[in-house]
């Protein structure tokens, strides 16, 4: 039903002159390959899909009408690939090239479109250590599990009206910076329409650049919603597969199940895993979130942490990375 809604409506839009455009998200990737993460939708002739650096309110980012099962052209030191997204407009490919450890950048079209840039930060064959956090209540206060809460945070409010979590910036920052050339991820659960939200917010807040990994919008073959904790683990499993050089600091809080999934992690790949550090939520925040993990940190393995702050999370880890 889906499908059919959405075909009408792209129908529709075209026959208005609305063109493709590339929403592109940061990528990742190893010397010899890179995961391409981008959105594409339909926008007006003479207009740009949303950037990262444009403000937008958030109700406007889940009426962009993406295209289904588009094909993208990727350009990356000179060579040309091909590659395809999904239902949802959303790409996420993996293409086979050689690059330098570091920071490159992509170019994107679409059907014509005028090319955009998508970052992409290559991980050195020697490195060992890597981040993985969540946002939602662990960089960013949202209370996502009540309803009504999230829906204001996701559709309502823009990226100056969200509160950081205090200390978690110079937490990430400081870790990521003793240890050069690690990689940073952000997982969450939350939609790619808010990706450009979330980038801004991070950015604007001062948290080290990384990749963003998101869910796609609205129902599957099976269910009438995603299931987020399904895409994290999937994600980290992943990482463990594409790395299996880097051990990973993983970084949640202990509201939703962050911490069930980090355990079962460690469970599934004892050797992946540096530490865990857990923010845990206020009383106030946590009744929001529907209470706290029932998850204890008593267990042979990694060093897990648990602070209400990135500055006490980062006393916490020192002499344990």
């Known amino acids: ?103 490159h950048t992509l170019r994107l079209s679409s059907e014509g479109s005028d090319p955009v840039e998508a970052p992409v930060f290559i991980v050195a064959d020697d490195i060992e250590f890597g981040i993985v956090s969540d946002i939602d209540d662990t960089v960013m206060v949202t209370a996502l599990p009540r309803p009504l809460v999230a829906a204001w945070n996701t559709f309502v409010l823009d990226e100056h009206a969200r509160t950081p979590v205090p200390g978690m910036a110079v937490f990430l920052e400081r ?75 993983l970084v949640g809080d202990d509201g939703q199940h962050d911490e069930a999934l980090y355990r079962s992690f460690e469970e599934r790949h004892p050797d992946r895993v540096a530490a865990v550090a857990i923010r845990q939520l206020s009383p106030g925040e946590a009744v929001l979130a529907g209470g706290r993990s029932k998850v204890g940190a008593q267990h042979e393995g990694a060093p897990w942490v648990y602070a209400g702050n990135g500055a006490e999370l980062l006393d916490q880890l020192h002499d344990k990375l």
Do not use: C
Request: aromatic share 10%; no cysteine.
């Open 175 to 249: 870790t990521a910076r003793e240890h050069p050339g690690s990689p940073i991820i952000y997982l969450s659960t939350g939609a790619w329409n808010v990706a450009p939200t979330l980038t801004r917010f991070l950015s604007r807040n001062l948290y080290p650049a990384g990749a963003l990994l998101l869910t796609d919008w609205g129902p599957t073959h099976d269910r009438f919603f995603r299931s987020g904790r399904e895409h994290k683990r999937n994600n980290l499993d992943r990482f463990a597969e594409d790395f299996p050089r880097l051990r990973w600091l």
């Open 1 to 103: 039903m889906e499908d059919a809604v959405q075909l009408r409506r792209q129908r529709r839009a075209r026959r208005h002159g609305r063109e493709a455009a590339i929403i592109p998200f940061t990528g990742y990737g190893s010397t010899s390959w890179i995961r391409v993460l981008a959105r594409v939708v339909l926008a007006e002739p003479g207009k740009t899909a949303v950037q990262p650096q444009q403000k937008v309110r958030g109700w406007k980012s889940f009426f962009a009408l993406s295209i289904a099962d588009p094909t993208v052209e990727v350009e990356v030191d000179g060579q040309r690939h091909t590659v395809t997204g999904d239902r949802g407009g959303v790409v996420d490919a993996v293409v086979q090239v050689s690059l330098t450890p570091g920071w």
